[in-house]
């Protein structure tokens, strides 16, 4: 039996339920593939130039580990998703192959895709065999009492963890088997992707691959995480595990970080260190965020969890949106915020709920132009975080902040960034300011003010809370 394994968000060879199963069953050798999708990733999954960038150079690591396993990885592009099946029948065809491997994924368009490429090949004879990876919990054993998917996450937390308790986690799977060499050449990692820019200037940032992804996770839980619960939300501290792209693009997987952690933890997952039990919780939110993406799909198509929030008349304004995307709203944190995101293709968690509160309740423009905002600039950029994290701001999603608790950025920024060292760090025409000034210097006196290069506030934070509460309470 020859195998054919094909990689999409699982980019590495350890713990990768698909290839460990397949070098396993295969007894004429295992081929890999990668799809590439440029053209529908970029215009329809809002895929940020970064992400396709880490993406290739995840590749260029992937193939060169394959190789070592005498797995050949191959390059195939098949845009948009309808095409992916043909191409994929074709490979299969040059190179004998038997049966497929995938790890499941779990948006719409990339389910719809999959079932197209296993009715293609199950038409014509072939195996196809799919295997549990992003979550470790099956989306049918995390059920309400009712047999429905929770839309809270607390009680899905607490089901998940009796569930891990009585041993129904997906469990590390065993390293792949070296295969019989194969007479089929490795296919070069293209340097770009079609339609997307390089983005050179973070590679030293996010170096790519398992290797790093795995080094970072065993520095996190030799200690930060230990003091997690204390620092993750000064984002001047670099106090979170900063693991996400390598989770969005599968150089490590969840389970990876959650065995890890709980081993960190004395063998605990929800108690023990209070600390490392709220990173495991955090990585179970992800989870939740997959369990919703299937239980919901219409978030998929980014229509609100809660329809009647649909009926919310957002305001329209092109120039505030502009000045927001380019941090330039005149508060300095959310300003911060922006400029991060733009030098570095990341955010800092409590900056991502700043700003998009910021932009959903103060500007009170539509929670979906700032989710494409930051799908296009994120480089763990991923629809269910990314969808659950603004519909949560927005007050349209599950479990979402309710819509009359509106951060005040400012108090926020006090909190979150009492030094002002953060603020600094990226609105540098502020960073002679100290004090309350400096997280909000529109109440500098006249001329102080005028000295400085930096917008007024584009709206008065208590009117415009005033507003979003009143839309909300208009479709109720
Ligand atoms: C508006 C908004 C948009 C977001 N967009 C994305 C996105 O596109 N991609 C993405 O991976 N995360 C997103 N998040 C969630 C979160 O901000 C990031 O996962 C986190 O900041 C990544 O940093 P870290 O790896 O250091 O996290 P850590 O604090 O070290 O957490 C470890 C991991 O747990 C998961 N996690 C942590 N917080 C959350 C959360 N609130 N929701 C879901 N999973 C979480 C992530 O996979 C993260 O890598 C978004 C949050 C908000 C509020």
Redesign the pocket.
């Known amino acids: 039996m020859r195998a054919l394994v094909w990689f999409r968000s699982d980019l590495r060879i350890n713990d990768n339920p698909a290839l460990s199963h397949a070098s396993r069953d295969a007894t004429k050798g295992v081929i890999a593939v990668f799809v590439a999708s440029p053209t529908q990733w970029r215009d329809e999954h809002d895929l940020s130039d970064a992400k396709a960038d880490l993406i290739l150079r995840t590749l260029s690591v992937l193939s060169a580990d394959l190789k070592r396993l005498n797995i050949p990885l191959k390059i195939v592009r098949a845009d948009p998703f309808d095409r992916v099946p043909d191409a994929l029948q074709a490979l299969a065809r040059e190179h004998e192959i038997d049966s497929l491997y995938f790890n499941d994924e779990y948006e719409l368009n990339e389910r719809n895709r999959d079932e197209a490429v296993r009715s293609t090949f199950e038409d014509a004879g072939l195996v196809v065999h799919t295997f549990r990876d992003q979550i470790g919990m099956d989306t049918a054993s995390i059920r309400t009492q009712q047999g429905g998917f929770y839309s809270v996450f607390t009680p899905f937390k607490k089901s998940w963890i009796a569930a891990h308790q009585d041993g129904k986690a997906r469990e590390i799977a065993p390293k792949p088997k070296k295969q019989p060499a194969l007479a089929i050449k490795p296919d070069p990692i293209p340097n770009q992707l079609h339609g997307f820019a390089p983005t050179e200037h973070l590679h030293n940032l996010w170096p790519a691959g398992e290797h790093h992804a795995a080094k970072l996770l065993s520095e ?1 839980c030799a200690g930060p995480i230990h003091s ?1 619960k204390d620092d ?1 939300d000064t984002p001047s501290l670099d106090a ?9 693009c599968g150089s490590i997987s ?1 389970m990876q ?1 959650i065995t890890a952690a709980t081993e960190a933890n004395d063998g605990k997952l929800d108690s023990g260190s209070a600390s490392a039990a709220h ?1 495991i919780s ?2 179970v ?2 989870e ?2 997959r369990h919703i993406l299937v239980g919901f799909p219409r978030v998929c198509r980014h229509q609100p969890f809660k329809p009647e929030t649909d009926r919310i008349k957002w305001v329209d304004n092109d120039d505030h949106f502009k000045a927001w995307c380019e941090g330039r709203t005149g508060v300095p944190i959310v300003d911060a915020a922006m400029r991060q995101l733009l030098a570095t293709g ?4 409590r900056l ?2 700043v ?2 509160m910021y932009l959903t309740k103060d500007l009170f423009l539509d929670w979906r132009k ?2 494409r905002f ?2 296009r600039h ?1 480089i ?7 969808n ?3 519909q ?2 927005a007050s349209t999603g599950v479990d979402a902040a309710p819509y009359f608790r509106i951060f005040n950025p400012y108090s926020q920024s006090k909190k979150c960034d009492p030094d002002g060292t953060f603020i600094g760090r990226y609105v540098p025409e502020l960073a002679d300011l100290e004090g309350p000034n400096l997280h909000d210097p529109s109440k500098l006196p006249g001329l102080l003010r005028s000295q400085l290069e930096y917008p007024e506030p584009l709206v008065d934070h208590k009117a415009a809370r005033e507003r979003a509460i009143q839309a909300f309470k208009a479709i109720r």
């Open positions: 996190f997690y993750r979170t595990s900063s693991l996400s792209p390598y989770l969005a969840s970080c990173w955090e990585v939110w992800r939740f965020y990341w955010m800092h968690n991502r709920m700003a998009a700032g989710e930051f799908s994120l763990d950029c991923d629809l269910a975080n990314n659950g994290g603004w949560w701001s």
